[in-house]
């Protein structure tokens, strides 16, 4: 090849390739061993003269050469934005394939030190380079390093030169520009927020943001209640709650009460608390304790004498001591010493002692007791001598009959406690007027409305003995229970006790009696060990299940009687059978006449084992001794699955149904979601109305904590429907009087109470098709040829909806606020525990704005999600992938999208979008609905078929839609999901509008299909639970019962749905 041939190639290249800058020309460029030559003609700086026609040329490599290694270096002088490399390697006539055997294994690294290979931007493989060759290498740098070598003992590839290996260089030209500037052209200046003023050479993206700023070029402000670096940090605590300066995370108006230091993150110290750390603690918190650096609050109780959140109240007249519990008993009804019930004026008549606690002895009364009873009276009153006893009297006692001395006694201590009873009385009523006192954080102090105390510090030992002389009842000194609390008053009772980090539920629970409280001889015996599941959760003795009879002889089984709150034994709490109970499992079961069991507890969670299986697979058969058990139904849904057994006993040759009720989405120790736990709560309940069973049976692994709070949840709500009013820490005590530990942890603890709340305020609406269509009817009118007209009143429903919207934080949407470039919008954000969390893959993202859903009868098998933004078509595919999405709604169409052609191939066309590839099948059309069968196909991954469909009549920026369109699309996706496997992708322009109407009625046609039922109310609800923003208008709510209707009463037209 001739040099004009090469240099018609190189000039071609400098005007159609080289927009951005020449940065090496004429730069300073070295090299090692230099081919000698008198005229220096193979010199570094021959490849940056822009004369192809000198070259440079290092010793050769390989054969016999001494020399291995052969590199060539230019020094841009100062750091650059690099976007690539051109190299034109020297050719000879006729010799092409031998120079670019010599050229062939080379390496492309850039630096910002003269004396590291930093970064490799190419290295040549097997195949032989063009000796004009380009590679971009987008990198910052000073230093470019051309490298080969031939080391002795590698074997390289037959194509390579081994001997004779010259590095020739005719120009080398390093493209790119200044740091500060991007664009083909070098003229755009880089965003001014982005960190040493540095961007991405071609888009202008910006590495790294100064403090302050995010998104890709750095323009956005950082989210509410973020700053800094990367937006990563939180804002303190700034007065009312506000955000914080962006850069610095200073609280411009200041700090919230408690705080103080220029980020507002150090607490009041010492005795000081409130704004600015200014006001001073009371002297009067018990043991002279700090108060809460917020509200000052002293969360310790205050000292004798005083009451009040900040004990800056004197107890009020007549009563004295911690908590001003104590009655004064001064003479002319003066007030006492508050701190210590000293009398300045004396003793009321009948009592002694420096704080008049002391009753006259027997025989004395009045004041000072100085009065002696009269002759005649054994005992009389100690206030006025009235005899209340003669010696007669006394001597008539038989030993079959109570002593009237002790009745006598007791009807003076009656006395003396309604006295007591009476004060407490009007210091309950006096309460009453004063301000609420609410819980704050870390604080344990005081009652909304508080109850009368039932008993005094002076009359009450700290337990008392009951009917089993065993047991004690404990009374908690310092218990902050609110008491009864009516049931239509829940919901503020627990926004109440979520102040101050959650303080209330925390001190309510942990002033609850746990641990082993009671004898458990009989499970600690040698030969019953073995029988349980935990060596540290046994049953009491004194209310453990007896077994009458057993394979092996034994009566133990780790089961106990619990009672509902009127007393009476209505449940058995045990732990999840081990293989050796199965058998006894089932004796039990028949034994006590249970005919419901509630599993909370998954055979394995992670890889523990956790309850082994004691029911036969379905139309199978299980046998334990006597006992035969048939699996005759199983029901799946969502969250929990029913399964009805038949059980026959071969002794007696009698059968009896038994249900199963397994809920299966609740981790041991965790947390489960309240109204998904309420929901199960009531199927169990609805299915059981009318059960024979003497006791429902309720088990999780150990029998303790999932079973506490079910069995709470089940006994608080019967309650409250029969009385109007609940007692939360009195059942769990009841309970726990019956079965240790029952409800472990505070995070349990507080679920029954989120629970308990949705139970109370948001009832169930669960109605039959008959009745849905009838009330549908009475609200408005229809006729039955197809049409329905959208009349329904559903207004105060609605309003419901929303009051009842689980509220969540800033904490709840970290990712996306992280990533807020990413969204369409900023008031549509994924929740974290709920949003599609990528695979980790290098340098691509991790973000996506999608969350799972769960339908009506499959737990996370659905997706809601934005439609692809431009920039990130490629992690919209890795959605695809990830979660095994075959089928992708888009409820609007395809073309009005901006993305659509990035990603969406049109027939017969392929389309290529990172490491993905979309192949269209093909594709058809119904008046509503447009069907595309594509193909996703992914390096290292099996071809992947996808259907989308989209609905080309929904237009962009139209809220709802005829409800023909949204159940013809529904049935469509149904009809597909019967063939494949894989979740549900629904898409709109921020994931939640258009998506809530389908996702709802989607559910409800399946409820309708699977129990003959509907609930779109109790179905709204849980979807807001994963996204708040679904159905946020009357408009998407109505349209919901609008399309129900419609398939109601066409449902042989939508026969698939």
Same mark, same amino acid.
């Given at each position: ?307 009040? *959140? ?153 337990? &008392? ?21 009516? *049931? ?49 959760? &046994? ?345 095994? *999405? ?143 923003? &679904?159905?946020?208008?009357? *408009? ?22």
């Amino acid at each position: 090849m001739t040099s004009s041939y090469w240099m018609i190639l190189f000039l071609m290249r400098i005007v159609l390739v080289n927009a951005y800058v020449d940065l090496s020309y004429k730069k300073e460029a070295t090299q090692n061993k230099t081919v000698p030559s008198p005229t220096g003609a193979y010199i570094a700086a021959n490849a940056l003269d822009r004369n192809i026609t000198t070259c440079t040329r290092t010793e050769p490599l390989g054969g016999q050469s001494p020399y291995t290694k052969a590199w060539w270096k230019v020094d841009l002088r100062r750091m650059y934005k690099i976007y690539s490399v051109n190299i034109l390697f020297k050719n000879y006539d006729g010799e092409e394939s031998r120079q670019r055997g010599r050229f062939a294994g080379f390496s492309i690294y850039i630096s910002k030190k003269e004396s590291d290979l930093e970064y490799r931007c190419y290295k040549n493989g097997k195949q032989l380079p063009d000796l004009n060759f380009t590679n971009v290498c987008e990198k910052t740098g000073r230093y470019i390093i051309i490298y080969n070598e031939r080391l002795v003992g590698v074997s390289y590839p037959d194509d390579y030169a081994k001997d004779n290996v010259y590095m020739e260089l005719c120009e080398v030209i390093v493209d790119g520009c200044e740091l500060d500037v991007y664009g083909t052209n070098c003229n755009t200046q880089c965003p001014d927020q982005c960190k040493n003023n540095t961007c991405h050479i071609q888009t202008g993206d910006c590495f790294k943001c100064k403090p302050g700023w995010s998104g890709p070029k750095c323009n956005l402000v950082c989210g509410y209640g973020f700053y800094g670096v990367d937006c990563n940090e939180t804002c303190k605590h700034c007065i009312k709650n506000v955000t914080c300066d962006h850069l610095t995370g200073r609280c411009e108006g200041g700090c919230a009460a408690g705080w103080n230091g220029s980020l507002c993150n150090q607490k009041c110290v010492g005795y000081w608390y409130g704004l600015d750390c200014k006001l001073q603690c009371s002297e009067h918190c018990r043991d002279k304790t700090v108060c809460n650096h917020v509200n000052g609050s002293c969360e310790s109780g205050c000292a004798a004498g005083w009451y009040g *959140a900040l004990c800056d109240k004197v107890c009020p007249h007549g009563f004295f001591g911690l908590q001003c519990l104590k009655l004064c008993r001064c003479s002319n009804n003066s007030t006492c010493n508050p701190i210590n019930g000293e009398c300045l004026s004396g003793c009321k008549d009948g009592y002694l002692g420096l704080n008049c606690s002391m009753s006259c002895p027997v025989g004395y009364f009045g004041a000072n007791c100085s009065e002696i009873c009269p002759q005649d009276c054994t005992i009389c009153r100690n206030t006025d001598g009235a005899c209340e006893s003669t010696p007669r009297e006394v001597s008539s006692n038989t030993s079959d009959a109570p002593s009237k001395g002790l009745i006598i006694g007791g009807t003076v201590g009656g006395i003396i406690a309604v006295l007591i009873g009476v004060g407490v009385v009007v210091l309950a009523m006096w309460l009453r007027k004063q301000p609420v006192v609410k819980s704050t954080k870390d604080s344990c102090v005081v009652f909304e409305n508080p109850v009368v105390i039932q008993s005094m510090e002076e009359t009450s030992p700290q337990g &008392f003995q009951t009917e089993n002389a065993d047991l004690q009842v404990f009374r908690m000194e310092h218990s902050t229970s609110p008491g009864d609390i009516a *049931a239509k008053n829940i919901k503020a009772q627990v926004e109440n006790m979520c102040v101050g980090d959650n303080s209330g539920f925390k001190c309510e629970y942990n002033d609850i009696p746990r641990g082993e409280l009671h004898p458990c001889s009989v499970a600690k015996k040698q030969e019953n060990t073995t029988k349980n599941r935990y060596t540290t959760i &046994f049953p009491y003795d004194h209310s453990r299940v007896v077994l009458k009879t057993s394979h092996d002889g034994n009566d133990y089984i780790n089961a106990n009687y619990i009672e509902d709150t009127n007393g009476k034994k209505a449940y058995i709490a045990t732990q999840g059978p081990k293989s050796k109970t199965i058998t006894d499992f089932w004796t039990m079961i028949w034994q006590e006449g249970v005919t419901t069991i509630v599993c909370l507890t998954n055979l394995k969670e992670g890889v523990k084992n956790k309850c082994n299986q004691y029911w036969p697979n379905i139309n199978d058969k299980l046998q334990a001794r006597d006992i035969t058990v048939r699996n005759v139904e199983e029901k799946m849904y969502a969250e929990n699955i029913i399964r009805k057994f038949k059980i026959y006993n071969n002794a007696n040759e009698q059968d009896r149904p038994v249900t199963m009720y397994h809920y299966t989405t609740w981790a041991d120790h965790g947390v489960a979601d309240p109204l998904s736990l309420v929901v199960f709560h009531r199927q169990v309940m609805k299915a059981t109305a009318q059960s024979t069973g003497k006791y429902t049976l309720v088990h999780c692994s150990a029998g303790v904590g999932r079973t506490g709070t079910y069995i709470a949840l089940d006994a608080l709500y019967r309650e409250g429907q029969n009385t109007g009013k609940i007692n939360v820490p009195m059942y769990v005590n009841t309970m726990r009087k019956d079965r240790m530990n029952m409800i472990q942890g505070e995070d349990q603890y507080r679920v029954l109470y989120f629970a308990l709340m949705e139970a109370f305020c948001g009832p169930p609406k669960a109605v039959t098709k008959e009745t849905f269509l009838s009330k549908y009817h009475g609200n408005g009118s229809f006729h039955n040829d197809g049409k329905v007209s959208q009349t329904v009143n559903l207004a105060t429903e609605f309003e419901e909806l929303l009051f009842l919207r689980k509220v969540y934080t800033q904490k709840d949407y970290v990712s996306g606020r992280v990533h807020i470039s990413a969204n369409y919008t900023q008031s549509v954000l994924p929740l974290e525990e709920y949003m599609c969390h990528f695979s980790y893959t290098e340098g691509l993202n991790t973000y996506y704005n999608a969350v799972l859903l769960q339908t009506f009868l499959e737990n996370d098998s659905m997706i809601s999600a934005q439609y692809p933004l431009p920039e990130y078509t490629e992690d919209f595919l890795r959605l695809i992938r990830d979660f095994n *999405a075959r089928i992708i709604v888009f409820l609007c169409s395809i073309k009005d999208t901006k993305s659509s052609t990035r990603w969406f191939p049109k027939k017969g066309n392929n389309i290529h979008v990172g490491n993905f590839t979309m192949k269209h099948l093909s594709s058809t059309s119904s008046p509503h609905v447009t069907k595309t069968e594509l193909v996703l196909q992914n390096k290292g991954s099996n071809d992947m078929g996808i259907t989308v469909f989209e609905c080309p009549s929904w237009n962009i920026g139209q809220l709802t839609v005829d409800k023909r369109v949204l159940l013809d699309v529904i049935n469509e996706v149904k009809t597909a999901k019967t063939y494949q496997e894989g979740r549900i992708i629904i898409l709109s322009s921020d994931g939640a509008t258009r998506c809530g109407p389908f996702c709802a009625v989607y559910n409800a046609l399946e409820q309708i299909t699977t129990d003959g039922e509907v609930d779109l109310f109790t179905i709204a609800r849980q979807l807001k639970v994963r996204r708040p923003e &679904f159905l946020s208008t009357l *408009a998407e709510y109505q349209l919901c019962y609008d399309t129900v209707a419609e398939y109601l009463l066409n449902d042989s037209v939508y026969g698939n749905c």
